[in-house]
């Protein structure tokens, strides 16, 4: 049966993570103590609803997070510190705390512990999310107790619509761009100057090619921006859009 706990403290536990090439101990003091916090556990690193959507969504959003007074973003998973780092720098998630629950001590505390032993993973943390508030969980959204691995209400467009349902959005930008391209550095620093954060696709990479340029812009040349679900066009196009959303 898994557990709300709103109003209770979270758990006290001592986490062994390694940092560069130390051993440290993280206590859940260290981690909750005088801040606002966001957690969110997942089943495990390196998982795809993990990695598509759970984790980068929360990475995405966590500027905006900030202007709403959260200290910081912790993913929380029943993995070791070596998986745990090693996701972190795939992920290239810099505004997220990956935090190794690697014996299950704090999933357990929590009530959400739960066996997966029918797909070979063991124990692992059911997906949910919480605001802690120093040390104190002030909410929580615990994913339905369904068959395989739901994710409705875990993530992060839910836990800021909770915090400030008004919070204003960041911009989805991705670049589609081609190695030596100048143009293709040249919007690259204009969103960097404006301050916008962009995904690129880089043509020769992960299968991407030409055909994938054309089929997706309906042009042939680089780079193809995209705003917001919008076409803006090449960096020439994209400097004109910047200057009227300046």
């Keep these: 049966m898994l557990d709300n706990r709103e109003g209770q403290s979270v758990p006290g536990v001592t986490f062994p993570a390694r940092v560069g090439n130390e051993w440290v101990k993280i ?14 556990a997942l089943p495990g690193a390196f998982t795809p609803t993990c990695s598509s959507t759970h984790l980068p969504r929360y990475n995405e959003l966590a500027p905006v997070f900030k202007e709403n007074g959260i200290d910081d973003i912790i993913c929380l998973s029943v993995n070791d510190t070596f998986v745990m780092n090693s996701w972190a ?19 357990a505390g929590m009530g959400m512990l739960v066996d997966k032993s029918d797909i070979g993973f063991g124990k692992r943390s059911w997906r949910y999310s919480m605001l802690v508030k120093d040390g104190v969980i002030d909410k929580m959204f615990i994913e339905p107790d369904l068959p395989g ?10 836990m800021l619509n909770y915090i400030n349902p ?5 911009k989805r930008v991705t670049l589609l761009t081609k190695p030596g391209c100048s143009h293709c550095t040249r919007a690259k620093k204009a969103l960097q100057a404006k301050g916008y954060k962009y995904e690129e696709i880089e043509l020769g ?6 055909s994938s340029l054309n089929a997706i812009s309906g042009q042939g040349t680089t780079p193809q921006v995209f705003i917001d679900g919008e076409h803006v066009g090449t960096a020439d196009d994209l400097e004109v859009w910047l200057a009227a959303h300046s």
């Design 205 to 210: 990479q992960h299968g991407v090619s030409f």
């Design 27 to 40: 206590t859940t003091d260290e981690l909750f103590k005088g801040k606002n916090v966001i957690v969110f």
């Design 166 to 170: 008004n919070a204003k959005q960041p």
């Design 89 to 107: 720098e795939d992920q290239k998630a810099e505004n997220i705390t990956f935090i190794p629950d690697g014996n299950g001590e704090f999933s």
């Design 149 to 158: 691995d739901p994710f409705e209400v875990s993530d992060g467009d839910t």
